[in-house]
């Protein structure tokens, strides 16, 4: 993941927002912190990639969801189902929407699902 926003193509408020969404997911990063969880920092990937892709860096944006993207089934739970979900339609009304990078990362957000447990018996 790239640790640095992109000052030469944004403007200042959202190289400031990209900033702070970088701190966010690098202080969620360590799971070796007594108080990491994952739903975190998929959480703060998913304001990284949405910060990115208001500042019109899908390029950014795919590469800060990516890990999101890669969670195996056992850990979508529905927050972080939610929070990609967000970004699917954040991506259909960037300037960006009709590129194959754009109409893939949608397609591939609205296939994450979470692992389907069955209902607890009564």
């Not at 108080?35 to 990284?48: E, Y």
């Not at 979900?85 to 960037?94: E, G, H, I, P």
């Given at each position: 993941m790239s640790n640095t926003a992109r000052p030469g193509t944004v403007s200042r408020p959202q190289c400031a927002l990209i900033t702070?969404?970088?701190e966010a997911v690098n202080g969620f990063s360590n799971p070796e912190d007594p108080c990491w969880a994952f739903?975190?920092?998929a959480g703060s990937?998913?304001?990284l990639t949405l910060a990115r892709l208001h500042a019109g860096d899908l390029g950014g944006a795919a590469e800060a969801i990516r890990p999101v993207l890669d969670l195996s089934a056992a850990l979508r739970n529905n927050g972080i189902v939610v929070s990609a979900d967000r970004v699917r339609q954040a991506l259909t009304s960037t300037p960006a929407r009709?590129?194959?990078l754009a109409r893939d990362l949608r397609e591939e957000i609205?296939?994450?699902e979470p692992l389907r447990r069955p209902a607890l018996p009564r």
């Amino acid at each position: 993941m790239s640790n640095t926003a992109r000052p030469g193509t944004v403007s200042r408020p959202q190289c400031a927002l990209i900033t702070q969404a970088l701190e966010a997911v690098n202080g969620f990063s360590n799971p070796e912190d007594p108080c990491w969880a994952f739903g975190d920092l998929a959480g703060s990937q998913c304001n990284l990639t949405l910060a990115r892709l208001h500042a019109g860096d899908l390029g950014g944006a795919a590469e800060a969801i990516r890990p999101v993207l890669d969670l195996s089934a056992a850990l979508r739970n529905n927050g972080i189902v939610v929070s990609a979900d967000r970004v699917r339609q954040a991506l259909t009304s960037t300037p960006a929407r009709d590129t194959i990078l754009a109409r893939d990362l949608r397609e591939e957000i609205a296939l994450f699902e979470p692992l389907r447990r069955p209902a607890l018996p009564r």
